[in-house]
């Protein structure tokens, strides 16, 4: 167990990728602080699940992303709770699908604030702790889509590509306070928010769910396999281990040689 003295916050851990970022932090000994929408009891029966399956302290933060206020919240409420956040997950994302000249300006604006402005708002209120005790890890999901674009996704891209650019500006401001930032870039992962997204894509595309998935998905990666959230989950164990201290400003992908072509 490499995590036994850490404290993580992974947030949108109530499904999909975070959860099994977080499941994964707390196998190997870190208290996790989860967040996400949800419904409360099942949210409860996964933070409890935690605690039971690897003897670690769980709590749940409803902080919605959208809000920064909860979000800096959030990280003070966390570290007063488990003494420090030496580990930030910046995960929660949402995807919308449609053209640029349709795309509702309020969904547009909830999915930068979400997949990127959270990020900031997050990261902003967990540097004073990071930097006061000289140890820190700061992982954001980014995308594929934060290296390449696919048309009709114009906010997710953007903010991703931001995610990628603020990943980077926070690497530097913390090279010298033993604290590393990074992004985490899958291709597909099949989770809830993939499979949310097909009905847009079979319509603005006019195509049937399983051309989405095998002309449109699996389509952009080489190896025709999509990841699993375990192998997203077990990169991100690995840059808070030691041997990668010296990784930080890295965008690193796990797509199967998608953005490869
Ligand atoms: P998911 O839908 O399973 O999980 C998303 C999480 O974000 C959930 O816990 C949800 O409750 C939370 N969330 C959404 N809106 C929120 C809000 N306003 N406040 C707090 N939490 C909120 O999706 P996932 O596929 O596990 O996605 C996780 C991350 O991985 C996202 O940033 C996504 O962009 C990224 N990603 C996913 C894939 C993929 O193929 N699944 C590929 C690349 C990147």
Aim: aromatic share 6%.
């Amino acid at each position: 167990m490499t995590l036994q003295t850490r404290n993580a916050i992974v947030t949108g851990s109530t499904s999909g990728i975070g959860l099994a970022i977080a499941r994964a932090f707390a196998k190997e000994g870190a208290n996790v602080t989860i967040n996400g929408l949800g419904d409360a009891a099942a949210i409860e029966a996964e933070r409890a699940a935690i605690e039971k399956d690897f003897g670690v302290k769980a709590r749940y933060s409803p902080a919605n992303m959208t809000k920064p206020e909860e979000i800096r919240a959030m990280v003070t409420d966390a570290e007063k709770a488990f003494g420090s956040v030496d580990i930030l997950v910046n995960n929660a994302g949402i995807q919308h699908v449609a053209p640029i000249e349709e795309f509702p300006i309020d969904t547009w604006n909830l999915i930068i604030a979400i997949n990127l402005s959270a990020a900031f708002h997050a990261i902003a209120a967990a540097i004073p702790g990071m930097k006061a005790r000289k140890w820190g890890r700061i992982i954001s999901t980014a995308s594929a889509h934060s290296k390449v674009a696919s048309p009709f996704k114009s906010a997710y891209v953007s903010a991703k590509h931001g995610i990628d650019g603020l990943t980077k500006t926070a690497a530097l401001e913390l090279a010298k306070f033993g604290t590393t930032v990074n992004c985490i870039s899958p291709g597909y992962v099949w989770t809830p928010l993939v499979e949310k997204q097909i009905p847009d894509t079979m319509a603005a595309r006019h195509l049937t769910r399983e051309q989405v998935i095998n002309d449109v998905l699996l389509t952009a990666q080489p190896t025709k396999e999509f990841v699993t959230v375990e192998q997203v989950a077990a990169l991100a164990v690995f840059l808070t281990s030691d041997a990668a201290c010296q990784i930080t400003g890295a965008n690193i992908s796990i797509d199967g040689g998608w953005t490869a072509e």
